[in-house]
């Protein structure tokens, strides 16, 4: 309980309301399409040669798999869509002491605004 003034308060809350689920979910969301951007481009870049690749004369591909390199897009643009969401949201339901600002939330929103930029200049 909490005293203010004349009146005693009791903090009824028993868990985060729909909202701050909906955040903490487009936080998730962010977070995945963030990593599973990072593993797209891993397949999607072209592969380095080693000693044993040359020594066994493995044929590598020298060149970007853009069929791949478009899902990296997908991720970008999800990720940038949960994080917009997301920062309207956490704007929105910043009324209490207890609340925060999810900062990830805007890092992922600009990665995914870097990435889209990048993958419009090559490719």
Known sequence: MEYH???????RRKKPDVWIRALQLFIIVS???AIGAIVVIGIASPKIETFF????????????????AKYFLYMMIAGLCASIFGIIINTRRHRRKSDQYYYSL????LASIAGIILYCVYF
């Open 106 to 109: 805007m890092f992922f929103g």
């Open 5 to 11: 003034g004349t009146q005693t308060f009791k903090d």
């Open 31 to 33: 977070w995945v399409a």
């Open 53 to 68: 690749d040359r020594k066994l004369e493995v044929n590598l591909r020298k060149t970007w798999n853009t069929d791949v």
